[in-house]
């Protein structure tokens, strides 16, 4: 399963040199093997899967083809409602969060014959960026035993990067699905805030969540992306505009592009090799042809601080019940997250809610007005041991926290695509990441730049050692 | 530092942000401006034209002839 990408798969099946029950059964027993250490998985639905993919197998053989994923074996994260299935977003309680109907995505993407392998580890309630996580075990960093995985979206992360899935689902208010894909060395897409439909899925903050997808190319998370979005009735913030031909503009090159790179904040005490690392990246970039200029974001940290107040505030609102009436079973720090959030004033909560509108304008305007793209860090530094990322009290970690997520959040605010993808590895093996920001709903050049980069980095073939 | 009085500090930082960022913030600023910053920042490539680039194209180029973001009216 490790040499697989959705697309080579998807083709492969295809073209009957596989079947969709192989494709599973590959990934079942890489969970069997690895799972027990990397802790991706929550809940794996072997039989269901099975069954599935068997179905799919007799249709190929009566010549019928659910779609472009007709067979490829997926996993999603924890709190995408799925029924059958539980919901734990990563609490205690196995079915925390139930929907009237399967999640929008996982349902399109099913429609397009994907099978559903499971569901994933995740940060409990999807605060927290390390993929630390008390009730289901802390998910583990592929790449080097005992270094964060990310989160929230932690298990999808490690089960793209260990092969025990194709893709996944991720969600991402403040870098959920961009800071696991920097860590596994994974792609991972925060599409525009209403690109993709998040009926089904468990809100956190519904001013800055979004869901996407997360994958082991920028192919296959354009595949996926395609599926995906688009206009749902059953989710009003998603976006009437129609989606673009996100696969079909990936091989048309990047030479000519505008690449902005970020004079102010982004590149502020990072780590000496990731910095390094991106800045190789800007100019593989370059070397294919693209304009290099730079640009001051206008505002990043006072962004940051919107978000902040936004996601605490709707946070508090949407887990009111479990803190208040089960507060033993949430871990100190999401807890005092939470709390936070409680006190938090109206009037500072509408206040931001306003800024955020100005400052989203203000981003576009500026950024945009003789650049196509951004391209910054995503991570600040390689992923931390995970022992060291959750020790102390809360408000240290608290601070930890929300330093690793600084370059990942301010996107959130301003509701613009971004592309978390590998540029690299340190010395010690740990992943270096950067992310291609584009303009609203603009997910085809974002994707275009990053296919571009990919293939000529050639990072795609590095696998982890898992034995 | 007690777990209340960090949370008293974290929480004044944050108000303290929001109320410098906010002090010249229009009388007509209002949330769904937000909604239409993002429908109004798309407004340039089409999904057929960034799907017709070719190799060396300047169509995303600086001078490039395309609409640019509306400016802001305060």
């Known amino acids: 399963m490790m040499d697989w990408t959705i697309v080579s798969l998807a083709a492969a099946i295809r073209q009957g040199k596989l079947s969709a029950v192989e494709a599973v059964t590959a990934c079942l027993e890489q969970i069997d093997r690895h799972d027990g250490q990397l802790r991706a998985f929550i809940t794996v639905d072997a039989e269901g899967a099975l069954a599935r993919a068997r179905a799919l197998d007799a249709d190929a053989a009566a010549g019928r083809w659910q779609g472009p994923l007709h067979g490829v074996p997926l996993a999603y994260k924890d709190l995408c409602y799925i029924r059958g299935l539980p919901t734990s977003c990563g609490t205690k309680t196995a079915e925390y969060f139930t929907a009237e109907h399967d999640a ?111 994958a082991r190319s920028v192919h296959d998370v354009a595949l996926l992306l395609q599926v995906i979005a688009g206009r749902d009735p059953l989710d009003a913030t998603s976006s009437a505009r129609p989606a673009a031909d996100y696969a079909g503009a990936l091989e048309h090159g990047i030479a000519g592009l505008r690449v902005a790179v970020p004079a102010n904040y982004f590149f502020h005490g990072l780590d000496a090799e990731m910095g390094a690392g991106v800045r190789r990246a800007i100019g593989v970039l370059e070397g294919l042809g693209a304009q290099i200029s730079e640009v001051s974001v206008p505002e990043p940290d006072v ?31 999401v807890r005092a997250r939470i709390d936070l959030g409680f006190r938090i004033s109206a009037h500072d909560y509408l206040q931001a809610l306003r800024l955020r509108a100005r400052l989203a304008r203000r981003f576009v305007r500026e950024v945009f007005a003789e650049a196509d793209v951004l391209a910054v860090p995503a991570i600040p530094e390689p992923a931390p041991l995970i022992a060291d990322a959750i020790a102390g009290a809360p408000e240290e970690v608290a601070r930890r926290q929300g330093h690793f997520s600084r370059l990942t959040r301010p996107f959130n605010g301003f509701g613009v695509p971004a592309l ?35 293939q000529a980095a050639g990072w795609l073939r590095r696998r982890p050692d898992l034995d | 530092m007690s777990d209340a009085k960090a949370q008293q500090v974290a929480l004044a930082q944050l108000s303290a942000a929001i109320e410098r960022a906010a002090v010249d913030l229009g009388l007509g600023e209002e949330p769904a401006r937000f909604i239409q910053a993002l429908e109004e920042g798309a407004d340039v490539v089409e999904p057929q034209a960034s799907a017709e680039l070719a190799p060396g194209s300047r169509t995303l180029g600086k001078d490039a002839d395309r609409p640019r973001a509306r400016r802001e009216r305060r």
């Not at chain 1, 208010?173 to 439909?197: D, E, F, N, Q």
């Not at chain 1, 709707?314 to 479990?322: I, K, P, S, V, Y």
């Not at chain 1, 270096?432 to 275009?448: C, K, M, S, W, Y």
């Open chain 1, 420 to 454: 978390a993808l590998p540029c690299g590895f340190t010395e010690a093996g740990l992943p270096l990441a950067f992310q291609i920001v584009g303009r609203p709903f603009d997910e085809a050049t974002v994707l275009r730049a990053g296919h571009a980069y990919e």
């Open chain 1, 303 to 333: 962004m940051s601080d919107v978000c902040n107040v936004i996601s605490r505030c709707e946070g508090a609102a949407t887990h009111t019940r479990l803190v208040r009436e089960r507060p033993e079973e949430v871990q100190p720090v």
């Open chain 1, 104 to 214: 929008t995505a996982v349902h399109r993407l099913a429609a397009a014959g994907a099978v559903t392998l499971g569901k994933l580890n995740m940060t409990e309630l999807a605060m927290g960026p390390f993929g630390d996580n008390a009730h289901h075990g802390h998910a583990k960093n592929p790449w080097r035993a005992g270094h964060a995985s990310g989160g929230s979206s932690s298990g999808s992360g490690v089960a793209v990067a260990a092969g025990m899935a194709l893709g996944a689902l991720g969600t991402d208010t403040g870098g959920s699905i961009r800071l696991p894909s920097a860590c596994c060395a994974i792609a991972g897409l925060k599409p525009t805030y209403g690109r993709v439909s998040r009926a089904g899925v468990m809100p956190l903050s519904w001013s800055n969540d979004h869901v996407g997808p997360m």
